[in-house]
């Protein structure tokens, strides 16, 4: 969730105070807002597997808003390889 809270502001869908909210959501829950100790590209290769993927699209649900959300199959990997890296430095 926190990924696509990042990649959702990488792509204007979404307010940077949005991301915010649902990343400290995750950290009231103790649910993990970082993936340390993985390779942005590992993770990338591990994404190729998930159950979001059909054909030779992956399907990313990405917030608009608290409680609203967009099914986007456009996510440029260069964004996501960003995110991932910023992501993982905690």
Do not use: H, N
């Not at 990649?7 to 990343?23: Q, T």
Request: charged share 30%.
């Amino acid at each position: 969730m926190a990924i696509a809270a990042w990649v959702a502001v990488g792509l204007g869908l979404c307010e940077s105070s949005v991301k915010e909210r649902l990343i400290a959501l995750l950290r009231k829950f103790g649910l993990p807002t970082a993936c340390q100790g993985y390779e942005p590209e590992e993770i990338w290769e591990a994404m190729a597997t998930d159950k979001k993927r059909r054909g030779e699209k992956l399907y990313f649900v990405l917030p608009r808003a608290i409680g609203r959300v967009v099914i986007a199959d456009d996510v440029p990997k260069e964004l996501v390889l960003e995110v991932l890296e910023r992501i993982g430095e905690g």
